[in-house]
């Protein structure tokens, strides 16, 4: 049997019946990149995205027997990520502990502009600035592509509830954004009067 050619929901089935760890491993070398960078959205340090990567995939192997095929198994683990990412900023702030830096992974073509590469980092300052919360429900839609539907089942609550907390999140992401954008403005236009003023 070829494991790279099952699905999700068939390793997950398998492991449950069998308790094989081959099945396991399976998961594992699919997501384990995924969840990790996923993690690093939440933290600064790339050790501590580790240990989060680690205590995530001991949750799965604690509540893999839970998982319900009505939804996709990707859907499932990412819901538990985020979950626990959640948790963890929230102790973290509780502790008075640094402050959280994003590190949102931006696709970059070898032609990108430095403009658009300071397009890219406002919007990382401005995810900076909203909930962990309100940032979990923007990575779910635009980042992984769930539905409302999925987004619904995972949070545990109404689809209209989902697009009214989408609607407030994006709100809240481009008033961040548009703040960075007045601050760096004013910056560059106190710089620009003080060039002007050296060069008179």
């Not at 996923?38 to 240990?51: G, W």
Request: proline share 1%; charged share 30%; net charge negative.
């Amino acid at each position: 049997m070829n494991l790279k050619n099952l699905s999700d929901e068939q390793l997950v089935s398998l492991y449950i019946d069998n308790q094989s760890n081959l099945y396991f491993e399976q998961l594992y070398d699919r997501y384990a990149d995924k969840i990790y960078r996923k993690c690093l959205s939440f933290v600064k340090e790339e050790a501590k995205a580790e240990d989060y990567t680690h205590d995530i995939f001991m949750k799965l192997v604690l509540n893999i027997a839970s998982f319900k095929e009505t939804a996709k198994f990707s859907t499932w683990l990412y819901a538990i990520t985020y979950n626990y990412c959640i948790d963890q900023t929230r102790i973290t702030k509780r502790f008075a502990e640094n402050p959280i830096e994003e590190h949102f992974d931006v696709v970059e073509d070898d032609d990108e502009t430095e403009l658009a590469e300071m397009e890219a980092n406002r919007l990382r300052k401005a995810l900076q600035q909203i909930v962990p919360e309100d940032k979990t429900i923007l990575m779910m839609k635009y980042q992984d592509e769930m539905s409302i539907k999925e987004i619904s089942g995972n949070l545990d609550i109404s689809e209209s509830a989902v697009k009214m907390r989408l609607l407030r999140a994006k709100d809240k992401l481009k008033k961040a954004y548009l703040e960075s954008l007045f601050f760096w403005g004013v910056i560059i236009t106190k710089a620009i009067h003080v060039f002007f003023n050296h060069e008179q």
